[in-house]
C-alpha cells in the first residue's frame, strides 16, 4: 500500500491506498444534468497514462510523428498538454488539502478541472490535486504526478487475486440503474437507465471489435451480447459472409472451440491485464470487457417473476410491479468508442477511417 505526500513539504494527502487499473469509464461524460457516482472505489487508487485537461492543442498544431508517438493514429479535435501519470483516487480518500476557489472553472453544478489544480496542500499551500464532481462527469481526485510522491507504507502487501477467485467472488455490474439527477421532474430525481459503465464498456470493447473484424462481419452470442453489441456491428460493417465469430471466454467458461475468431474476455480489476487461453483458441483475437460486465454476460441473474403458491417468499422476485427497464435501444458511449479507436494502429486503415469520419457525420445518432 501507499500513501501519497506533498512534493514541497512532505505531509501525507491520503489514506494509504492500493494500486488498481483505471475504470474503463474514467474519461466518460454521460448524459446532461446527471449526477454520477464516485469513480474509484474507497482505499484504491490508479494510474492515468494519459495527460488529462488544459492546456489544449488542436490537431492541426501537433506534428503527426508527436502525435503517433503519443499513440494517437487518427485526427481528434485537440490534445491535452498536460503531464501524464496522474493518480486519481476517491475524494473522500484525501487528507490535508483544501480547495481554491477561484479554481472553480467552466462547471455549472461542481467542480470540472477546467483551470487545473483546484486543491492545494494545507501545510505549503502547493496546488496538488485536481478535484471533478460536475453534473455528468465521474467524481474523483487527480493527484498532479509533478507535485506528489507515492510512498510505501508497512503492512501486508496483498497479492492480486486469481482468476479462480475473481469468477467466485468477482461483483457483476448490473445493466441497468438508477440515474440521478441535478433537475429532475418534480417528485422525480432520478431516471432508470442503461447503466453508464455498460455504455463505457461496450464503447471501448466495440472499437477492439472493430480491429478484430478486419472489415468483415461480426456475429456475437445472442441474449444481452447481441442487444449490446450486434445492432452496431450490423450497423458499421458490411453484410454478408465471410462472417467472424466472436464468443464469450474466461475463467471458468468451456474452452472456446477453434472455431471462434474473437473471444470477449474479462479484463483483470487489479493489474489490468486481459484473461488470454491456452491451447487453440491462443490465437484468437482478443476484446477486453471489465470483470463486472464479463460476469454479468456469462452468468446473468434472472429478471422474470418466478410462479410460487401461497406467500411469496422475500428472495422471490415479484410481478408487480414490474421489473424496470429502459425506454430505448442500447447505446455505446460515443466519446469512449472515438477515445478507444484512435488509439489503435489499425485505425490507419482506409474503412476504419471511414467510420470514425462517420461519427460526427453519417453515423446513426442511435447507435452511439
Known amino acids: 500500500m501507499f500513501v501519497f505526500v506533498c512534493a514541497g513539504c512532505g505531509a501525507e494527502l491520503t489514506t494509504p491506498l492500493s494500486q488498481v487499473a483505471l475504470p474503463v469509464h474514467a474519461r466518460q461524460t454521460y448524459g446532461n444534468g446527471a449526477q454520477l457516482p464516485v469513480l474509484m472505489e474507497s482505499g484504491t487508487f490508479a494510474v492515468d497514462p494519459d495527460p488529462w485537461g488544459g492546456p489544449w492543442r488542436m490537431w492541426d498544431e501537433i506534428d503527426p ?47 470540472d478541472g477546467a483551470d487545473g489544480p483546484n486543491m492545494a496542500c494545507e501545510a505549503c499551500d ?12 465521474w467524481q474523483a481526485v487527480r493527484l498532479s504526478p509533478d507535485a506528489v510522491h507515492r510512498v510505501p507504507v508497512d503492512g501486508a502487501h496483498a497479492a492480486p487475486l486469481s482468476w479462480t477467485e475473481l469468477a467466485k467472488k468477482g461483483e457483476k455490474t448490473p445493466p441497468f440503474e438508477p440515474v440521478a439527477t441535478w433537475a429532475g421532474r418534480p417528485g422525480l430525481d432520478h431516471y432508470w437507465s442503461w447503466s453508464p459503465r455498460w455504455e463505457a464498456a461496450a464503447g471501448h470493447a466495440l472499437a477492439h471489435l472493430l480491429v478484430a473484424s478486419r472489415g468483415q462481419p461480426v456475429n456475437v452470442p ?5 442487444a449490446v453489441f450486434q445492432r452496431a456491428l450490423d450497423a458499421l460493417l458490411p453484410a454478408g459472409p465471410p462472417k467472424r465469430r466472436a464468443v464469450l471466454a474466461g475463467p471458468g467458461q468451456p474452452s472456446p472451440d477453434a472455431g471462434a475468431d474473437i473471444l470477449l474476455v474479462p479484463v483483470h480489476p487489479q493489474t489490468g491485464r486481459m484473461w488470454a487461453p491456452a491451447g487453440p483458441a491462443a490465437t484468437a483475437h482478443l476484446v477486453p470487457l471489465p470483470l463486472g460486465v464479463w460476469l454479468w454476460l456469462v452468468s446473468p441473474q434472472p429478471c422474470l417473476p418466478v410462479p410460487a403458491s401461497g406467500r411469496i417468499p422475500r428472495d422471490v422476485l415479484r410481478d408487480d410491479p414490474l421489473p424496470l427497464l429502459p425506454g430505448r435501444l442500447f447505446r ?37
Open 332 to 368: 455505446a458511449d460515443r466519446g469512449t468508442f472515438r477515445h478507444t479507436l484512435v488509439r489503435q494502429p489499425a485505425v490507419r486503415s482506409p474503412w476504419l477511417r471511414t467510420i470514425l469520419e462517420n461519427l460526427t457525420q453519417g453515423t446513426p445518432a442511435d447507435l452511439f
Open 65 to 111: 510523428g508527436e502525435a503517433e508517438a503519443r499513440g494517437i493514429h487518427a485526427p481528434v479535435h485537440a490534445l491535452s498538454d498536460g503531464t501524464p501519470g496522474a493518480s486519481v483516487i476517491a475524494p473522500g480518500d484525501v487528507r490535508g488539502t483544501r480547495l481554491i476557489p477561484e479554481k472553480r472553472g467552466d462547471a455549472c453544478c461542481g467542480l
Open 126 to 137: 502547493l496546488p496538488v490535486a485536481t478535484r471533478v464532481d460536475d453534473c455528468s462527469l
Open 222 to 226: 445472442g441474449g444481452l451480447t447481441a
